[in-house]
């Protein structure tokens, strides 16, 4: 089951809640601490698979329904995300009498932003699909990435909230570029950073993730916060976590658009 469901998707909400008041910024290179051997990729993934519960009971899990707050520039905003097997994904977040949802039925990728002056369904297209599509895999990229098609590369150690981290950069099948901070001695994700494209440029978006707690025996952070070209951009609190739910499949397809009012 996708260990950061949740992070590289509610990250992109933030982000894209939070873009008018970011400017893009070349993305800076994060400093590194000197290594004298690189550990063995292998042995680096095992011990994160293992940290969250191992492979058997990640990939038992069918579908995911995930509640809780999120927090972006003094607004509170009630989330709700649904995920199903293999790549299904729908995220709803509330502010006031205002829905934003973002989906992907496996297909097709796409949004209802009313903040953004229309309640219209929109399709996804361009990075921006690309995105939600990458945050519908529902194993996330570590598991089983050889036979996804990534590659995968040690750079060396960082400090992550007093805690020495393995940093990792992972090149997906499609090129997008992540990099993965892995506890050292745990072996559980702690950051991530991916490069999200805006306009000509492109803006950094890091994630970090705390507050681990066991859910039917998986460890999930409960805790996130979200960064822009290093500015702060939000906080995320994950109140309910519920597994193996039935879940409708018809909420992931992309509603059709409202008949225009008839003409008195």
Not at 47 to 60: R, S, V
Request: with cysteine; hydrophobic share 40%; proline share 7%.
């Amino acid at each position: 089951m996708r260990r950061s469901v949740s992070i590289l998707a509610l990250a992109a909400l933030c982000a894209a809640l939070s873009t008018p008041a970011v400017s893009a910024q070349p993305a800076q290179p994060a400093p590194t601490a000197p290594a004298l051997a690189a550990p063995s990729l292998d042995a680096i993934v095992a011990k994160n698979i293992q940290a969250k519960g191992g492979e058997a009971k990640l990939k038992a899990v069918q579908s995911m329904r995930m509640a809780g707050k999120v927090t972006i520039q003094g607004m509170d905003l009630s989330m709700l995300i649904t995920t199903k097997r293999p790549n299904m994904m729908r995220q709803e977040m509330q502010f006031q009498d205002k829905k934003i949802v973002q989906g992907f039925d496996g297909t097709t990728a796409w949004m209802i932003n009313p903040l953004m002056g229309s309640e219209t369904p929109q399709e996804m297209t361009g990075p921006q699909a690309d995105l939600a599509k990458d945050q519908a895999d529902f194993d996330g990229p570590l598991l089983d990435w050889k036979g996804k098609g990534h590659t995968l590369e040690y750079v060396g150690t960082e400090e992550v909230g007093g805690a020495k981290a393995h940093r990792l950069k992972l090149t997906k099948k499609n090129g997008q570029v992540q990099y993965l901070f892995l506890d050292a001695d745990s072996g559980i994700d702690l950051k991530t950073t991916v490069q999200v494209p805006q306009g000509a440029s492109t803006m950094t978006v890091e994630t970090e993730m705390s507050d681990y707690r066991p859910v039917e025996g998986i460890m999930m952070p409960h805790a996130l916060k979200t960064s822009i070209n290093g500015m702060p951009t939000g906080s995320i609190v994950v109140e309910k976590i519920e597994l193996n739910v039935p879940i409708d499949e018809a909420q992931f397809k992309m509603p059709a658009a409202p008949k225009p009012a008839a003409k008195l």
